[in-house]
């Protein structure tokens, strides 16, 4: 979904609205997206050491148990110099979002769900001809392109 120096820009923008915990920016980009994309630990840990060895960005209270990081100046550089790319992941992760609140509608879950059940239950059947999956592939070939040209 994200490379690794999409994610750094995430962490940079997110410290630069507040101090954070990584669970913290985990739950940033979670939100952004509607919980459609959450980026592991192993990719936000790793990123944040390595904006920290950048000196992007820096530890807020070396001493606390859980690390909370705060933005640089360095930090605020890159994020300005980057800023279209910003508005670009923004953009991506705030789609997200709109699919989730689009899928989730009544009628769409309702018509998602007959077709599942209609495909399990055909597909389930031994036996099944290689002239009808050929007509289950151009029924879904068909409805795909409805859906992609409506």
């Given at each position: 979904?994200l490379?690794a ?5 995430l ?17 940033a980009?979670?939100d952004?997206?509607k919980g459609?994309?959450s980026p592991?630990p192993?990719i ?9 060895e950048?000196?992007?960005?820096a530890?807020?209270?070396a ?5 909370a990081?705060?933005?640089e100046a360095?930090g ?5 110099q980057h800023?279209?790319?910003l ?6 992760l ?5 699919l989730?609140?689009?899928?989730s ?6 018509a998602?769900h007959?077709m599942?059940t ?7 059947q031994?036996?099944i001809?290689q002239e009808t999956?050929?007509?289950i592939?151009?029924a ?6 409805k859906?992609e040209r409506?």
């Amino acid at each position: 979904m994200l490379d690794a120096s999409d994610i750094r820009l995430l962490l940079l923008h997110f410290l630069s609205i507040n101090p954070a915990h990584g669970y913290e920016l985990i739950k940033a980009v979670e939100d952004l997206s509607k919980g459609e994309y959450s980026p592991s630990p192993g990719i936000i840990y790793p990123n944040l050491q390595l904006l920290e060895e950048m000196e992007y960005i820096a530890v807020v209270d070396a001493l606390a148990t859980r690390k909370a990081y705060r933005l640089e100046a360095k930090g605020e550089e890159q994020l300005q110099q980057h800023a279209q790319g910003l508005t670009a992941i923004i953009q991506r992760l705030s789609t997200l979002a709109v699919l989730v609140n689009n899928r989730s509608l009544p009628d769409v879950e309702r018509a998602i769900h007959n077709m599942k059940t209609a495909l399990n239950f055909r597909l389930s059947q031994e036996g099944i001809s290689q002239e009808t999956l050929f007509a289950i592939v151009d029924a879904l070939d068909d409805a795909a392109k409805k859906i992609e040209r409506s």
